[in-house]
T-cell receptor
Framework: AQKITQTQPGMFVQEKEAVTLDCTYD???????LFWYKQPSSGEMIFLIY??????QNATEGRYSLNFQKARKSANLVISASQLGDSAMYFC????????????????FGQGTILTVHP | DVKVTQSSRYLVKRTGEKVFLECVQD?????MFWYRQDPGLGLRLIYF???????EKGDIPEGYSVSREKKERFSLILESASTNQTSMYLC????????????FGPGTRLTVL
């Protein structure tokens, strides 16, 4: 079974500062993918970044980067230069191995972290 | 861009009613998913489908069923709605070739009175 844990129910950051949102995972799959999604108050889920378990380098997408530490089973999201529009709920998620075609891309989500950016 | 639409943004039903939540996608994706989102619990998978007329239970299927008669449409059915099914319901779709980004619909906030 897969498990994702986000231990920070809420985080606060000052505008223009960097913030790290924590995510740890547990899986027995040899191959897996890790995702971060943003959910603003409007409710839509916005894909931010993806890291494959065999990727050698940490994923980056603009101001988002994923600090992937495989041995520690952590996949923290780092947002640089926070903006007021970054205030939202953030979810970490994992997709198990698709070898054998049994997972069909199912995602397991963490509990979420509410980020508030102060001006 | 993939577009995933859900039939209602807000829905209010009474206990015991049969409820249909519809999801339609326009990108010919094989895989479709239904999640429910509750505070402190994140998103939990109810059912998913990897092909027309094919379905599999997710982590919390009790009290729900699904229907996928056409590739683009995946329906979630609450046979007899109960108050503990008050929640946000999110539909998602995924390419069967890349298995990467899931694309989500806008969600349906269901209240069962």
């Amino acid at each position: 079974a897969q498990k994702i844990t986000q231990t920070q129910p809420g985080m606060f950051v000052q505008e223009k500062e960097a913030v790290t949102l924590d995510c740890t995972y547990d899986t027995s799959d040899p191959s897996y993918g890790l995702f971060w999604y943003k959910q603003p108050s409007s409710g839509e889920m916005i894909f931010l970044i993806y890291q494959g378990s065999y990727d050698q380098q940490n994923a980056t997408e603009g101001r988002y980067s994923l600090n992937f530490q495989k041995a520690r089973k952590s996949a923290n999201l780092v947002i640089s230069a926070s903006q007021l529009g970054d205030s939202a709920m953030y979810f970490c998620a994992m997709r198990g191995s698709n070898a054998g075609g049994t997972s069909y891309g199912k995602l397991t989500f963490g509990q979420g972290t509410i980020l508030t950016v102060h001006p | 861009d993939v577009k995933v639409t859900q039939s209602s943004r807000y829905l209010v039903k009474r206990t015991g009613e049969k409820v249909f939540l519809e999801c339609v996608q326009d990108m010919d994706h094989e895989n479709m998913f239904w999640y429910r989102q509750d505070p402190g619990l994140g998103l939990r998978l109810i059912y998913f489908s990897y092909d027309v007329k094919m379905k599999e239970k997710g982590d919390i299927p009790e009290g729900y069923s699904v229907s996928r008669e056409k590739k683009e449409r995946f329906s979630l059915i609450l046979e007899s709605a109960s108050t503990n099914q008050t929640s946000m319901y999110l539909c998602a779709t995924l390419s069967g070739t890349t298995y990467n980004e899931q694309f989500f619909g806008p969600g349906t906030r269901l209240t069962v009175l």
